[in-house]
T-cell receptor
Framework: DAGVTQSPTHLIKTRGQHVTLRCSPI?????VSWYQQVLGQGPQFIFQ???????GRGNFPDRFSARQFPNYSSELNVNALLLGDSALYLC????????????????FGEGSWLTVV | GQNIDQPTEMTATEGAIVQINCTYQ??????LFWYQQHAGEAPTFLSY????GLEEKGRFSSFLSRSKGYSYLLLKELQMKDSASYLC?????????FGTGTRLQVFP
């Protein structure tokens, strides 16, 4: 079974540009979350989507947006990139919230390393 | 507020046992996760606790006390490959709140 897949794995952008990161969840998982991890810190929650609807949003500016598609894959978009957006962007996949087994099946993809210069 | 505390760094010797502690204060609680993260890689799932007590999985065990807002990860028979960061995370409704991680170095 394929795990959570993310693309691209590494990318370099210049300040002011736009970036789109993609994520495909584990087969059967309907919930996707995005996290930002700056070097030396733990991941910070950005968004959670379930059934194409936003279920939660972290403390990030409106430059960050996301969406989920009918096949449960997801995109994270960041506009007007800043140097401080340089980080590892992680996608997490889980079963629908509320199911008995949902709590112990949150898995991360390999991440997308974004460098803004 | 949301606060998760864990030691920044720990060192141990190959073959030994190490305990990594985590204390938390969060507005909600739907379980506590431990992840392992090697340098330059994504976090990998180690354990999940939602009820008080000890969960054992091979060389790794995780303990939770909800009344004390406390958890620990116990690693036995340490191997060099266990050198990594260990992240404690509380699930609050639909999101995970992470600590800054504990960097464990295992020496021969």
């Amino acid at each position: 079974d394929a795990g959570v897949t993310q693309s691209p794995t590494h990318l370099i952008k210049t300040r002011g540009q736009h970036v789109t990161l993609r994520c495909s969840p584990i087969s059967g998982h309907k919930s996707v979350s995005w996290y930002q991890q700056v070097l030396g810190q733990g991941p910070q929650f950005i968004f959670q989507y379930y059934e194409k609807e936003e279920r939660g949003r972290g403390n990030f500016p409106d430059r960050f947006s996301a969406r989920q598609f009918p096949n449960y894959s997801s995109e994270l978009n960041v506009n007007a990139l800043l140097l401080g957006d340089s980080a590892l962007y992680l996608c997490a996949s889980s079963y629908p919230p509320g199911r008995p087994s949902s709590g112990n099946t949150i898995y991360f993809g390999e991440g997308s390393w974004l460098t803004v210069v | 507020g949301q606060n998760i505390d864990q030691p920044t760094e720990m060192t141990a010797t190959e073959g030994a046992i190490v305990q990594i502690n985590c204390t938390y204060q969060t507005s909600g609680f739907n379980g506590l996760f431990w992840y392992q993260q090697h340098a330059g890689e994504a976090p990998t799932f180690l354990s999940y606790n939602v009820l008080d007590g000890l969960e054992e999985k091979g060389r790794f065990s995780s303990f939770l006390s909800r009344s004390k807002g406390y958890s620990y990860l116990l690693l036995k028979e340490l191997q060099m490959k266990d050198s990594a960061s260990y992240l404690c995370a509380v699930k609050d409704t639909d999101k995970l709140i992470f600590g800054t991680g504990t960097r464990l170095q295992v020496f021969p």
